[in-house]
């Protein structure tokens, strides 16, 4: 028995992958996918509907946040700003950051939310392994979460659901296997759309979750770091 | 001397122009304009540059929200929601209410704020004559105020302002005869594009607002409510 309807953000990568897997337990399914002129967009939407498909989910909003893109000030978005190689032990916010990404992302779940009647927004955030993106961080939600009660309905309740804010990589690899999540169907690389390049951050981030999980990354890589054994 | 840049939400109406007036004080001019498609959405645009104009504001950035309207719930966006007619004395919510609209909103704004390196957002929400909005209300943009702080890069300081959200209809009306704001080249009917309706919510509201402050309304209208003295 599901406890009603929750609208998933789903990008298309591992996090959002195995968040679907966690909202799929308890709710039912309306899943969000966002386009906001990155790289790889093509390739995260084809990733989005594998996904969709494989939960059967018969609710799918895609919507294009553009202005994202030419308000510009990411290497995500912005072709003149080179994608940073990955830096897993500094504090420095990456250039892939976008600027209150996640503040626009949310807003628009929870319009959706509101108008289909659901009581969870799930979103696949994570904190520590985020790299220093400001809107990462649990603090952003809590404080997002009063904007949702203060800015709805009176009669609207909608949680914002972080499932995997607090897991490291390798966690979030081990929950989305035992919840059978397919993960062969993700795509998490910032840089290229063929074969995922295995050195920007967040394939590097990718990588060392699989290998400190013990799992084998069932995607191909164009070139793997030397601490991921093939 | 200007204590910096504001990126200021202007949808071409009455409230907003007048906001644009006093941020206009204090600071150098961003101006954003936002399409949800709404029905009026192209006279609203036209309002916005003549504005924009009349303060020779260099920086302007319009970007699509059509989300909302294909999200639906709002007589804004929805052709089958009929436009309720105005209910100045009632609490319940019209059937223009976008959910969720100004967090849509507010996100673009603070994401555009912080590629500038603009210190402060300003929206021209009115609570007391917001026909209860529940986004319009000042708990709401002080609950944002702090989503805008966790959200943001630690260096990011933007203050979400609202300089007439305590205000009445009328004393907006005086306020921007006060500061020389351009009311003739505002628009804020919700139902025509041609000659303002006079019967729609905000037209309502504008027509008493004028009335009140003893001020001839510099727009045309198809009918005016028999209150109005011509």
Chains 1, 2 share one sequence.
């Not at 909003?61 to 190689?85: A, K, M, N, Y």
């Not at 969870?120 to 392994?129: R, S």
């Not at 062969?184 to 590097?204: F, N």
Request: net charge neutral; charged share 20%; hydrophobic share 45%.
């Amino acid at each position: 028995m599901k406890k009603g309807l929750a609208v998933v953000l789903a990008s298309g990568g591992l996090d959002s992958c195995v968040t679907v897997a966690v909202a799929h337990q308890s709710h039912d399914l309306a899943l969000l996918h966002l386009n906001y002129g990155q790289r790889t967009e093509q390739r995260e939407l084809h990733a989005f509907h594998a996904i969709a498909d494989f939960y059967q989910a018969p609710r799918r909003l895609v919507v294009s946040l553009e202005h994202l893109s030419f308000i510009g000030g990411s290497s995500l978005t912005d072709r003149s700003i080179p994608v940073s190689e990955a830096d897993l032990v500094g504090r420095s916010i990456p250039t892939s950051y976008v600027p209150f990404r996640n503040a626009n992302m949310l807003a628009v779940a929870v319009s959706w939310a509101e108008v289909l009647g659901a009581n969870a927004v799930f979103i696949g955030a994570v904190e520590e392994d985020s790299s220093g993106y400001p809107d990462c961080r649990k603090e952003f939600f809590d404080a997002f979460s009063r904007v949702v009660a203060a800015g709805t309905k009176p009669s609207t309740r909608i949680a914002i659901i972080t499932p995997v804010i607090a897991l490291r990589k390798a966690d979030i690899v081990r929950q989305g296997v035992a919840l059978g999540a397919p993960l062969h169907l993700t795509w998490s690389c910032y840089q290229r759309e063929d074969l995922a390049c295995g050195v920007c951050d967040s394939c590097a981030l990718r990588l060392r979750g699989f290998q400190q999980a013990g799992v084998v990354d069932p995607l191909p890589y164009a070139q793997k770091p030397s601490y991921v054994n093939a």
